[in-house]
């Protein structure tokens, strides 16, 4: 699937979806904010959250006085809908639309967030480039969510990459683990995901 493709797959299913109605829903987004947390930066610290669409991790970020939030997403239509919202607080954001892959940030950040947007990378070329852009702008933390071994296959229609820890670990180069986790996402349908969390910290060079 080539980018164009893929980003007009997102703008159609934030176009016509509730967040009722796809899988990756969160009401809140505890691991996520546990992981942030456990890195100890100050609230103004740089944090990007890849592939962020309508989660709600930008609202618990600000309620908790983060100051440099920058939100990715491939579709328009998903950061639309998070703006609004947000109301006036999305004023307090920096809105990027990007395919990761294509994406030249301007800027380095103290923590990258993904969650969900690293197993949608299918290829040795998306992966790298992905990784490649990661391992120039991010000069502290990552924490990374992407399905398990014991995860679906697909999302949203798509093929995903599951990973282990060890196969996470493998690719990400020039980071240290931290540590990782397993946890079930319970979907809005009422069905269990098994996703893996792993957190890492930048070499020094």
Known sequence: MDNTTRKNHWETVYETKNPDQVSWTQEVPKTSLD???SFGVTKDAKIIDIGGGDST??????????????????SEKALEKTK????????KVNWVVSDITEFEPTTTFD?????????FLTTTEQ???????ARKSVNG?????TFSENGPTKCSGLEIKQYT?????????????IRCVTEDHTTPFNTTQNFLFCSFK???N
């Open 35 to 37: 992981f942030i947390s």
């Open 202 to 204: 930048r070499q020094e």
């Open 127 to 133: 992966v790298a480039k992905y990784l490649n852009t």
């Open 111 to 119: 923590i990258w967030h993904d969650r969900a947007t690293f197993h």
């Open 57 to 74: 991790l930008v609202d618990y970020l600000l309620e908790n006085g983060f100051e440099n939030i920058t939100v990715l997403d491939i």
């Open 141 to 145: 933390f990552m924490t990374i969510g």
């Open 84 to 91: 609004n919202r947000l109301g006036d607080k999305a004023k």
């Open 165 to 177: 820890e060890q196969t996470l670990t493998d690719e990400l180069k020039g980071f240290d683990k």
